[in-house]
């Protein structure tokens, strides 16, 4: 066996002790307990979530958001986006993915609740920023310059906010949600209104503050935010 198809393996393996763990971690939450009642439900000799998972609940977390985020991705593939607004294909991006885990709550409450430890907050923000590159390449993004930055940034937003409004939605279908999260992303569109103010009187202060010129710059502006969530 080569070392990429034992790699292979091993992936294989983790995600599906993790995905036996699921049904574990709403009443055991994210713990080295949930885990071992996993791998008894896959007859996984001792030992197993050990090698398996040798970063524990930080790795398995990591390995469901991951296995989630590949899902997703899949299912946006199958969907078809490419004759809808980029808007369009943003919002179905953030329903398939909640869609997904539509039954379990308390298992992503739970990862949150992980990631919201302040030594796992630049965790948190690597993994929302790996779900949110994923849907921006599902939606056909293609840009290599600070627009990709600016893109990812304000789609955290949206999605974070949504996810948050999300969990606690017990609307049907949770219509309330997709509301919500419609509003979110007009309320981006407003943002150019803003920076436009923002980037004029960011021309009297560049001299001093260069930094903040620089910022200024990478914010978003009308043509940039037609481009992105308009098209």
């Known amino acids: 066996m080569s070392v990429t198809e034992s790699m292979t393996r091993l992936?294989?393996?983790?995600?599906?002790?993790?995905?036996?763990?699921?049904?574990?971690?709403?009443?055991?939450?994210?713990?080295?307990?949930?885990?071992?009642?996993?791998a008894e439900d896959l007859d996984l000799a001792p030992g197993e979530v050990d090698r398996l998972l040798p970063n524990g609940i930080r790795q398995a977390i990591v390995t469901y958001v991951e296995l989630t985020d590949r899902k997703m991705v899949a299912a946006l593939d199958e969907m078809g986006l490419e004759n809808l607004k980029i808007r369009d294909r943003i919002a179905a991006a953030v329903k398939t993915r909640l869609d997904l885990v539509e039954d379990q709550k308390d298992t992503?409450?739970?990862?949150?609740?992980?990631?919201?430890?302040?030594?796992?907050?630049?965790?948190?923000?690597?993994?929302?920023?790996?779900?949110?590159?994923?849907?921006?390449?599902?939606?056909?993004?293609?840009?290599?310059?600070?627009?990709?930055?600016?893109?990812?940034?304000?789609?955290?937003?949206?999605?974070?906010?949504?996810?948050?409004?999300w969990l606690d939605d017990t609307s049907e279908g949770h219509a309330d949600s997709w509301a919500f999260l419609d509003r979110r992303i007009g309320n981006v569109m407003q943002i150019p209104k803003i920076t436009a103010k923002i980037g004029k009187a960011g021309k009297f202060a560049a001299a001093p503050f260069k930094m903040g010129a620089k910022i200024a710059r990478c914010m978003p502006t009308p043509g940039r935010m037609r481009r992105q969530f308009g098209g």
């Not at 992936?11 to 713990?31: I, K, N, S, Y």
């Not at 939606?139 to 996810?163: I, P």
């Open 11 to 38: 992936q294989a393996q983790r995600e599906a002790l993790v995905e036996a763990a699921l049904e574990h971690v709403p009443f055991d939450g994210w713990t080295k307990q949930a885990l071992q009642a996993g």
């Open 108 to 165: 992503v409450r739970a990862a949150l609740a992980y990631m919201t430890l302040p030594q796992n907050a630049a965790l948190g923000l690597k993994l929302t920023h790996g779900t949110v590159d994923k849907m921006w390449v599902a939606a056909g993004d293609t840009s290599t310059d600070h627009n990709w930055y600016t893109k990812r940034m304000l789609l955290a937003g949206v999605y974070g906010s949504t996810l948050a409004y």
